[in-house]
Structures are given as structure tokens and as C-alpha cells.
């Protein structure tokens, strides 16, 4: 995500890396980069400009020219004022009600049904609630089944009164069945538009005028762009919601809604959408954003993802094995699928200091452990949990049931045996005290 920013604000911030001697001159030169580089993001020019003239006023402020680092000075001053610029502070989502109302607003093609669910998926799994999703949709070809289809993949309940045209008397039955059969979050779905429209905004305000939610987000689609941002005044005008919901940032996003839409609604961004599946969904971190923005990496992210992932059960079980050299290719592949359930490929690398800018280029496929895993499932029991029995001819065999050649099969076995000692070197709790030391971090 916000590629294109990330590339043009390092090349913006490169003159002050050691390239001659830090000046005024510079600086001023550095910060006109920057702004254009926002301005190619979609950002506001009046945002863009403000920007850079509290940057530039903070580092000759700080004695940037006689600083002992001046461009780490700089680097820090830029990292800390789009901190500011898209919030601050992380914002929470308010779940005090019986049950808790979100209502969910947008345009039409935004990806508000979607993430409808995605959230559902969210409070279910992270904050253990009993959500119920109400599709008030009345307009939308196939809207109401679209979110059947979503309740049925996530296992969460579907409120839909078919044929019935009015959003309003939906949305107040959805809540009192809610009550009756103990969901305490309703998540509502409501019609979006191709553009902002009388019709529908007063048609909203009637659903949150009966609903009195405890929550009115705000859902808009991250490519868009500086549309976004406007479109985002239009309904706060109107609804005066609680906080935006940013979709598709894992798309070519330029990263000008992100980077402006505080400042214009003055309303919090809450959650991100970072790809298709269920639990592609994130809360918002604006410190963490402008730490990927400017290519340091986000490891808290990364580290919160793989401790969702880790099951200490599991863990001790795979050490007793290690223990006894008896780590399989079985073993292998829970942990195949352990690192698939943290998100994408890319946005995982995105998440690593200085990867996502030496892979840039590199094409980093989401099948990339496809054929690693078709090998295995390609040998026997037997092969699965002794590996040192695959002999040539197995090789052989494993390779045309897998679809890949010898040369393959033998490329995965010395890499096997190579992850196996250096586990085997890190059992005795070198690996769980890394994780506990990397909580500790993230605390």
C-alpha cells in the first residue's frame, strides 16, 4: 500500500542523507519535493502546503542544520507530523450499548457490504461478541443475499425482511430481534449511491434518526482518492458519524483519502480493509501507517498477527518434537498455514524495516507456497514423517504427482533440513522466549 508515496518521499528525504552538507537551502528544496510527492498521493493542496510549512518550521526549530544526525532529524519530524495528519492517537469503537447499534454508510461500489461482514468477523473473533447483521439494502440488486452469502461464510447471524422497502421498519425490528435472541452488536447495511444524493442522505438520517446508533461509520473506497475525502464532508454534514472505515488499501492506492480525510471531517479513521478474505481487516494505527508511508517497516503488526496465530499447545508439542528430531514435513505444513492466516504475502513483507523496499519490484505471489505444498501432499505418511526415506525413485514419484521436478523435490528437502537444525538449535524455549520478548515489545 501507498507504494508510489512511500518511493517519492524517500527519494524527497535522500538529499539529506549524508549527500553533501545540510542547508536551508536543502531543506526548503527536500520539503518542495514532499509536498509534490502529497500532491501525487491526491492529497489537498492546502493540506499539503499547511504540511510542509509546520515541518519545515519544526526543523529549523530543532536546529536541524547542526543537528549531530539531521537527516534521521528529518525523518522523524516528517514521521511524526503525518502521525498527526491522520489522528494521532488510535481510535476505539464503542460498544457500550444493549444491544451495540453500528450503522454503516457509504457509496455505492465502496465495499460497505463486505466489510460489513469483515467486521462482524472482527468483534466475533477479537472481542468475542454475538453480532447480527441487518441488510437494509433495499435497492441494490442481490445486496441482501450478498450479505447472506457473507453471514453464512463467517458463521454469523443474517437480519433480512424480504420485501419489505422500508430501511427504517427493517432496522427497528433487526434491533428488537437482536434483543430477543441475545446478539449484542447489530451491524447495519444500508443502500449507497453512485453519487451523493438527497434522496439517499435523507433516507440515512431517517435510519439514524430511528436507530440512535452507538457507532455511524463511514465506509470509503481508498482509491479514490481526493473524491473520497469529499464525499466523506458530504455525509458528515449530514449523519455527523463517528469514523471512517478506508477499503482497498490493498489496491494502487495513492493514499490521499488516508492522509487527508482527518483533517477536513475531523473524524477518526478506524479500520482499514487490506484485501478480500473474511479477516482482511485492521484497525487503523497512524503511527504504524506513517512508519510504512516512509518505509520503516511495522513489526508491532507483524508480531501482533503471528502471536493471533500462535497456539501454545501446539508450540509446546512441535518442541518436544524438535526435541527428539522427530519435526516432520506434517509439522511443516501447520506452519505453512499458520503464516497464510496472517494476511498476504506482500502486505506481511510491507510489514518488515527496509523489505518492502529492496522487494519492490519482486512480484510476491499469495500461491507462493502452493507448490511446496502440493509436494507434500504428494508423499506418503511415511515420507511426511521421516523424510530421510525419500530416495531417488521417490523423488521421482512425488515429483509427477506434484506437478514439479526432482530438481524441486531436492531444493525443498535441503531447505527442510537445514530449517530442522537450526530449530533443533533453538529448542529448550529459545523460541518462546522470543515470542514472549516480542509481546513485551509490543506492550
Known sequence: MFDNLSDKLDKALHVLKGHGSITEVNVAETLKEVRRALLDADVNFKIAKDFTNTVKEKALGQNVLT??????????????????????????????????????????????????????????????????????????????NQLHVVGDQIGVEVFSDEGNMDP????????????????????????????????????????????????????????????????????????????????????????????????????????????????????????????????????????????EQFDEEEARKLQKKIAKNQFGFDDFLKQINQVKKMGSMKDLVGMIPGAGKALKDVDIDDDAFKHIEAIIHSMTPEERSIPSTINASRKKRIAKGSGTSVQQINQLLKQFDQMSKMMKMMQGGGGRKMMQMMGKMKQ
Open 168 to 307: 427504517v421498519d427493517i432496522a427497528t425490528k433487526a434491533v428488537a430481534y437482536a434483543k430477543q435472541n441475545g446478539h449484542n452488536v447489530v451491524i447495519v447495511d444500508t443502500a449507497g449511491r453512485l453519487a451523493v444524493d438527497e434522496e439517499m442522505m435523507k433516507e440515512i438520517e431517517n435510519v439514524h434518526r430511528a436507530l440512535n446508533p452507538d457507532e455511524t461509520l463511514f465506509v470509503v473506497d481508498a482509491m479514490t482518492g481526493q473524491d473520497a475525502v469529499n464525499t466523506a464532508k458530504a455525509f458528515n454534514d449530514r449523519l455527523n458519524f463517528d469514523g471512517v472505515i478506508l477499503t482497498k488499501l490493498d489496491g494502487d492506492t495513492r493514499g490521499g483519502a488516508a492522509i487527508s480525510i482527518k483533517t477536513v471531517v475531523n473524524k477518526p479513521i478506524k479500520f482499514i480493509g487490506t484485501g478480500e478474505k473474511m479477516d482482511a481487516i485492521d484497525v487503523f494505527y497512524p503511527e504504524r501507517m506513517a512508519d510504512r508511508i516512509l518505509g520503516m517497516g511495522d513489526v508491532i503488526s507483524l508480531v501482533e498477527r503471528a502471536q
Open 67 to 144: 543537528a549531530l544526525q539531521p537527516s534521521q532529524l528529518m525523518v522523524k519530524i516528517v514521521k511524526d507530523e503525518l502521525t498527526a495528519l491522520m489522528g494521532g492517537d488510535v481510535a476505539g469503537i464503542n460498544l457500550k450499548g444493549s444491544p451495540s447499534v453500528i450503522l454503516m454508510s457509504g457509496l455505492q461500489g465502496s465495499g460497505k457490504t463486505t466489510f460489513s461482514g469483515k467486521l462482524a468477523n472482527f468483534l466475533k473473533t477479537k472481542k468475542t461478541k454475538k453480532p447480527l447483521l441487518v441488510a437494509c439494502d433495499v435497492y441494490r440488486p442481490a445486496a441482501i
